[in-house]
Structures are given as structure tokens and as C-alpha cells.
């Protein structure tokens, strides 16, 4: 066993109808790498707030070396050695990485010899940095660093990270995983929030389960299966998507020498790609972010335009078609960023419902929107997809980015389309919801609709496509069925991405 | 044609210095992440109060404390109604400047006629005596030079002191600044009654030294101008000199022409400082605004 450093005792935070912990207790040992599990709204961000001083408990102690711990802001966290990497970074793009750095700390030093300590720092965890760079300009890991040695500067005792991975290619996950080794023998203690389960089986030495507020279980991942883990955290026996082995139809969309330049600065060029999809199939589109996967979905959904004899649906030219008329010919499209793409944030679910099912369900009458039938819609898709929230008259905003994807995937598959395009369908939600977003999909298939599922989880494009295919700098090699592939296989077909390797974990 | 370049060239400086003082407090509110357009409001306000407390204590430099008082005050319940109960800052801040007008309107009811009030000049030994130089740029009120210190040190401010990167983190992204325990609304607030301390200052610099006497409507957009000379300056303080004095100096020209009698109608005359101005935006565009921009903020989490 290893000391104590944190203990919590029965932690308590409502919240106006909802309960987000409840009667919370466990204990993190000094250098032990934790993990924190639990659904989409379990709690976990409640907690870990609570911990880190913005969230005042209602009950419950937490005791920091066996002496009571009680940060009123997290000001008086951080100077109790509590360090955090938040999901959504807290960053400001406008600043370089020495003032980002020095607005975390408490007593920064002045900028000569802040930018020698974050160079040491730096080159002793492996995590390189400029500090004279505008952080609006680097990389998601890069800007990941930024927030990880702004609390390494502070010698932390605990670092709480939530979700550090979801944005990081599978290199700069080995990367982060040998820093927290590190950091942990060298005995900094790390909370660890997670949806990635075999992330924490390799990563992790305890772990803590949450569900509905609540401790569940606790377990050591290295010899608990990622499976195991994650009936616990649903309560109920994990549903494994199947595949009903259908018949692929005729072909639906069919993409012939697809080339498009680079719609901004820092997009890729689609370079002649070629496809066809049929009905009943799902073909799989892998490949690290930023090689085109969201200029493809751009050009298929319609709001990118693109050349005339270049995209056929049915074999029918729609290229010039808006993406409504590419709706009502049954093309629907979900894509990655959820706040701000598929979805705006400050509308209410019923308004976001409507924006793209409005043809295809008929949500509007005579030039006037019919609420009433729109908010049926939202309702419906809440309903099947499990989106936890108190109703439709919510805003997306509001959502947890977990519920608000389930929420923006269903919109789509609930419209039934004859052809979807989906991009990271999964991304940010933890495993049981991702379990039944992709039971729909192939659901979906199994109806005999054509999907385009573009993914950088390759477990995921694995479980579900028929056709794999590998999209690299705008380009797409000609797909592979899935049958008889294996990741290490995969990871060769995305020649010369050698990033694409599964980070060995 | 027998303008005096000197004359025109010092003239200048005290042309553009109510705008640049207005312009100055508006960046640090812009920066901090606030838009409030009620300048020209909380400008005429300090005119009035600038021009009736200068004349009670007959002392001008009183006047312009009170002013600035007067400009802070005002510029308070433009805090209070966005900072605390979450108004829209656009409505909230073209109301304040039609409740200024109004304001100074009721104020000024019995204070007219012309100031008699000196603001000294400075005088310095042997620099304001130098040939051109010394007429051009040593020979001004100390408001003058209140108000380039000010640029410089709101410069400073920004990008040295810790308190200025605290400012310019809660103007680019009030969540983070927040998540990272900072005081959002303290840090706005602060900055908005230094915006209205600026424009208070300003007016009053108006109606005690420029004109110098309190006319109804005084300031005539000066603060409107000063808004726009913020975003043409990209939120750096030393360019802001330069969009005040470019308006300043048209304004010093367009007059001496008009003295002059040049032959093109007065109306373009008057018109051409406002269409340099926006000329010149409109051209360089420049430079990126605040992140958190006129979004309010509200700390829950």
C-alpha cells in the first residue's frame, strides 16, 4: 500500500435536480496513478472540481495528508500542490506559452527566468516547447503541453487530468504516458479521468468507479478487462454491437476523382478520391486528424462546394447541390465539432433538431416551423439515444459533450437516411453510449443504407465497417474489407503515417 | 494660403487629445473583454460636471478630477447592469450614451457662457523655447501630456505588469481566466470605471481648455470616433496615437481652410476628418479583437 495523500469522505454536491456526487469517498495514494471512471454525467467533473477548489461540496470532508483540506478557490488547490489539465483547455490563444504559463502560477517568476524553467522542465519530461510561441498556433498535444508543465512548474503533488487523450494522435499519447510514468515515480500522484479503458488498464494501478454520483467499485485495471470496467460503470452487462451480416446492395454514392483545394489556410486539398458505397454497408475511413477527414465530410455533406461529375448519388450529379436538397435526396451528414458545427450552442435541442431534419421529417408547414412535431423529434431522438438532459427545451449548450454527441449522431440516424456520413461518431462518449451509437449505425446499415463512417478510433472502424480505408494528406487508397485485417496491418496502410501505429500501450 | 505649419502641427496635439483620451480608457475596457459604447455619453457628462465644478471651485484641475469622477460614475451603471444582471453591453452601452446626452442636457441647464478659467502652459526652460520643436511639443497644458503618459503607461500596464496579463487573459477567454480562479467581474469593473474616468476626463477637457465653454451637445461624436480609432489601433496603445492625431490633424486642417475660404463647400470640410478616419480603418485592418469580446460572463460552474 502506498501513503495516503488525498483521502475524500463522503462527498456530497447537488445541484438543482440533479445529485452529481453523492456520499464520494476513496483514497489516492502519493505517486499512485488513479483512475476515475463513470458514464457521461457520472460525476467525475464534479468532482474533480471539488477537489481542485471550484466547487464547494455540501458534505464530505477531504483530507491532504491527514490534515483537513478545504480549498475555497483553486488558488489555495494549487498552493496545496494541486495541479489540473482541463478537457477543454483553459488556454488563450492570444498569448504566448510563457504567459500562459505565468497565469497559472501563483508568484510567477519574472519572463527571463520563467522561460528557462519551462526550457528545463521541459527537456526533463520530454515534452518540448517554445516558450516565446502564440499558443493560438500550436497543435492540440502541443497546447496539451502548455497546461501540463504550467502545473509541473508548481511541483505538483497531485495532477488531475480529465480526458487528456481524446484530442492527442496515438504518438503523443505514448508521449504523455511516459511523462506520467515519470512523474510518478518520482511521486506526483495522478487522478486519471478516462473513457479510453484499455488507455487506463496500461496506464493506471487503481481505479475508482462512479455511476450516477456514486462510488461503485473500485478495482486494479491491470488485471480487470476493459469489459469488466465497463459493466460497472453502466451497471448492467455490456451490449457488444453486431454485425447481422447483410447483403451489400447496389451502390448508392459513388465518389469519381473527388478533388477539392484546401478551403482555408490550414485545410488539406482532397486529391482525386475515389469510392463507391452501397447499400447495406459501412465503409470505414481512418487516418490521423487533419488529412482531409474534415474537408470530406464538407465536400459529401454539401457545404463545401465541389466540381460538376465528381459526387453521385444514385448515380445522379449532386454536386451543386446545397445541403438541403442533398437531405431531402437522403444524404444526411454529422460532423466532428460538435459546439459550433453540428450543433449551436445556444440554440435549444428542439431548434437544433429542426435545423437539419426540417426536409426530411417535415418540421415545417407552408413556410412556418410546427414546433409541436419538431419538439416530438428532439424528444424521440433523446429517448433512443439515451441524451441525459431535462428536456428538449434545453440548450445544446448545456449538454455534456458526451450527451450533446449522442444527440447530434441521433438527429441524423433518426432521419433515416440512404446514405450517412459520420465523422468521429463516438468521440468524447464513454463506452456504453459509444456501444449503442454504433449498434445504429450498423443498424442503420442493416437497413439497407450506405455509411461513411470516418473515425480515428481504429478499434471502432474494426467492430463496424465492412471496407476499410486508409485517407492520407487528401488522398484515400483504395478500401480493403475489413475481414481478415488487423490494426497492425492497418497501421501499414497508412503508409508513411507511422503515428497511426497503436501507441504501445 | 498662409497656414502656419507650427501652428498647425501644435494645434494638432491639442485637437486629438480628448479623443485620445477617451480612446485610451475604451481600450482597456475592450481589452478586459467589454464593449461599451456609451463613450460619447459618459464624455459629455464629464464635459458638464468637468465645466461647472472648474467653475465653483474656480480651478480648473478640479474640474478635471471631477470629471473623471463624473465619466466613472456614469460608467459605473453601465458595470453594474452588465457585469451583475447580464444586459446585452451594446444596448446597454448606446443607452448610456443617450442617457449621457440627456444627463449633461439637465445638468448644463443654467451653466453657459465662455470659460475664463487658465490652464497654465508649460514652460520649460530652454526645451520649450527650441525653434519649431519646442512651439510644437513643449508649449501645450499638462493635460496634453496627462494623456501620452497615459498611453504609455496603459502600454506598460498591459504588457509588463502581471495585474495587464491578468487583464488581457479575462478579455480573451473569461472561462479559462475563470477556471483558473481569477476575479472576472472584479477585473471588469475595474476596467470599465477607468474607461469612464478617461472619457470624463476628456470631455472636460473640451469644454475647460479646447472650446473652452459648455454648449449642449458639446462633444459632437468625439466618442464615437474614439470607439472606432480603438479598433483601427488593433488594440495596441501606441497605434492609438497615431488614428487620434491623424483625426486631430484633419480636423486642425479642415478648419484652417475653411478660415481660409477655400473653395469647396463647408460641408465637405467638416466631413473629411470622419471620412479619413474611416478611410483609414477600413484600410488597415489590422490585428485581432479580444477573444471574449462583448460575450457576458456569468461564474458558474
Known amino acids: 500500500m502506498r501513503e495516503k495523500l488525498l483521502e475524500l469522505k463522503g462527498l456530497t454536491k447537488a445541484y438543482p435536480g440533479v445529485v452529481a456526487n453523492s456520499d464520494v469517498t476513496f483514497t489516492i495514494g502519493k505517486g499512485e496513478i488513479h483512475a476515475l471512471l463513470g458514464e457521461n454525467g457520472a460525476g467525475k467533473s464534479t468532482l474533480v472540481k471539488t477537489i481542485y477548489g471550484l466547487v464547494k461540496p455540501d458534505t464530505g470532508t477531504m483530507l491532504l495528508d491527514g490534515a483537513e483540506f478545504r480549498p475555497a478557490e483553486p488558488k489555495a488547490a494549487r498552493a496545496s500542490g494541486i495541479g489540473m489539465v482541463f478537457q477543454h483547455f483553459s488556454l488563450f490563444d492570444a498569448l504566448n506559452v510563457a504567459e500562459n504559463i505565468a497565469l497559472g502560477m501563483e508568484n510567477p517568476p519574472p519572463f527571463s527566468d520563467l522561460s528557462s524553467r519551462i526550457k528545463s522542465v521541459s527537456e526533463t519530461y520530454g515534452l518540448p516547447l517554445d516558450p516565446a510561441r502564440i499558443v493560438g498556433d500550436l497543435s492540440a498535444g502541443e497546447r496539451q503541453r502548455v497546461e501540463i508543465i504550467r502545473c509541473l512548474l508548481q511541483d505538483p503533488r497531485l495532477l488531475i487530468m480529465d480526458e487528456p487523450t481524446s484530442v492527442l494522435t496515438p504518438q503523443e499519447v505514448a508521449t504523455l504516458f511516459d511523462t506520467l510514468r515519470l512523474l510518478s515515480s518520482k511521486g506526483t500522484a495522478i487522478l486519471y479521468i478516462s473513457h479510453k479503458l484499455e488507455e487506463i488498464r496500461t496506464l493506471c494501478e487503481h481505479a475508482t468507479i462512479l455511476r450516477l454520483g456514486k462510488v461503485v467499485g473500485t478495482c486494479d485495471p491491470r488485471e480487470t478487462s476493459a469489459r469488466d470496467m465497463a459493466e460497472m460503470m453502466v451497471g448492467s452487462k455490456l451490449h457488444t454491437p453486431t454485425n447481422a451480416g447483410k447483403k451489400a446492395g447496389e451502390v448508392l454514392l459513388e465518389l469519381k476523382g473527388l478533388s477539392a483545394p484546401a478551403p482555408h489556410r490550414f485545410g488539406t486539398a482532397l486529391k482525386s478520391i475515389s469510392l463507391s458505397v452501397r447499400s447495406g454497408e459501412i465503409v470505414g475511413i481512418g487516418g490521423v486528424a487533419g488529412n482531409g477527414q474534415d474537408e470530406l465530410v464538407a465536400a459529401l455533406s454539401g457545404e463545401m462546394g465541389t466540381g460538376a461529375q465528381m459526387i453521385f448519388l444514385d448515380g445522379r450529379d449532386i454536386g451543386a447541390a446545397s445541403p438541403n436538397e442533398r437531405r431531402a435526396l437522403g444524404l444526411c451528414a454529422a460532423p466532428e465539432e460538435r459546439n459550433g458545427h453540428a450543433a449551436a450552442p445556444d440554440m435549444t435541442l428542439t431548434e437544433n433538431a429542426l435545423l437539419t431534419a426540417r426536409t426530411r421529417k417535415q418540421l415545417t408547414k407552408n413556410g412556418f416551423v410546427d414546433w409541436e412535431k419538431a419538439r416530438e423529434f428532439a424528444r424521440d431522438v433523446i429517448a433512443a439515444f439515451d441524451v441525459r438532459t431535462p428536456g428538449p427545451e434545453n440548450a445544446a449548450r448545456s449538454l455534456s459533450g458526451g450527451n450533446l454527441q449522442k444527440f447530434v449522431i441521433g438527429r441524423e440516424i433518426m432521419q433515416k437516411p440512404r446514405v450517412l456520413v459520420v465523422n468521429q461518431p463516438t468521440w468524447g462518449v464513454d463506452a456504453s453510449a459509444a456501444a449503442s451509437i454504433r449498434q445504429a449505425l450498423l443498424d442503420l446499415a442493416a437497413e439497407g443504407a450506405a455509411v461513411v463512417c470516418i473515425s480515428q478510433d481504429l478499434d471502432e472502424l474494426m467492430e463496424i465497417s465492412d471496407r476499410f480505408a486508409a485517407l492520407n494528406g487528401g488522398e484515400l487508397a483504395a478500401p480493403r474489407p475489413t475481414e481478415g485485417l488487423t490494426v497492425e496491418t492497418i497501421g501499414l496502410m497508412l503508409g508513411g503515417a507511422h503515428d497511426m501505429e497503436p501507441a504501445h500501450v | ?301
Not at chain 2, 464624455?43 to 473623471?68: L, S
Not at chain 2, 474616468?197 to 470631455?203: W, Y
Not at chain 2, 470616433?225 to 488593433?234: E, G, K, R
Request: charged share 10%.
Open chain 2, 1 to 301: 494660403m498662409d497656414i502656419n505649419p507650427i501652428l498647425l502641427l501644435a494645434a494638432l496635439m491639442v485637437a486629438s487629445t480628448p479623443i485620445l483620451l477617451a480612446a485610451i480608457g475604451e481600450l482597456v475596457v475592450e481589452r478586459a473583454g467589454v464593449l461599451n459604447l456609451g463613450v460619447e455619453g459618459m464624455m459629455i457628462t464629464g464635459a458638464v460636471c468637468g465645466y461647472i465644478v472648474g467653475h465653483g471651485t474656480e480651478n480648473p484641475y478640479f474640474g478635471f478630477v471631477g470629471a473623471a469622477f463624473a465619466g466613472a460614475a456614469l460608467s459605473f451603471v453601465f458595470a453594474a447592469l452588465t457585469q451583475f444582471l447580464l444586459t446585452n453591453q451594446v444596448a446597454t452601452g448606446l443607452g448610456l450614451t443617450m442617457f449621457g446626452l440627456g444627463l449633461a442636457s439637465l445638468i448644463g441647464q443654467g451653466a453657459t457662457g465662455s470659460s475664463d478659467l487658465i490652464v497654465g502652459k508649460l514652460n520649460l526652460p530652454i526645451i520649450s523655447d527650441i525653434p519649431v520643436i519646442g512651439r510644437i511639443l513643449f508649449q501645450h497644458d499638462p493635460i496634453v501630456y496627462v494623456s501620452l503618459l497615459l498611453v504609455a503607461g496603459t502600454w506598460w500596464f498591459l504588457s509588463k505588469s502581471r495585474a495587464g496579463l491578468i487583464l488581457r487573459a479575462v478579455g480573451e477567454n473569461h472561462d479559462a481566466a475563470h477556471a483558473l480562479g481569477y476575479n472576472v467581474r472584479l477585473m471588469r469593473v475595474l476596467a470599465i470605471l477607468f474607461g469612464g474616468a478617461c472619457a470624463g476626463l476628456a470631455g472636460s477637457y473640451i469644454s475647460l481648455v479646447r472650446v473652452p465653454q459648455w454648449i449642449d451637445g458639446i462633444t459632437s461624436g468625439a466618442g464615437w470616433i474614439a470607439l472606432a480609432i480603438v479598433v483601427f489601433a488593433s488594440w495596441n496603445p501606441w497605434r492609438l496615437i497615431a488614428g487620434a492625431y491623424l483625426f486631430g490633424g484633419v480636423t486642425v486642417l479642415q478648419l484652417n481652410l475653411q478660415a481660409e475660404g477655400l473653395k469647396i463647400p463647408t460641408e465637405y470640410l467638416s466631413m473629411a476628418p470622419y471620412l479619413a478616419t474611416i478611410l483609414v480603418l477600413v484600410v488597415i485592418r489590422a490585428g485581432r479583437a479580444p477573444g471574449s469580446l462583448g460575450k457576458s460572463f456569468h461564474p458558474s460552474s
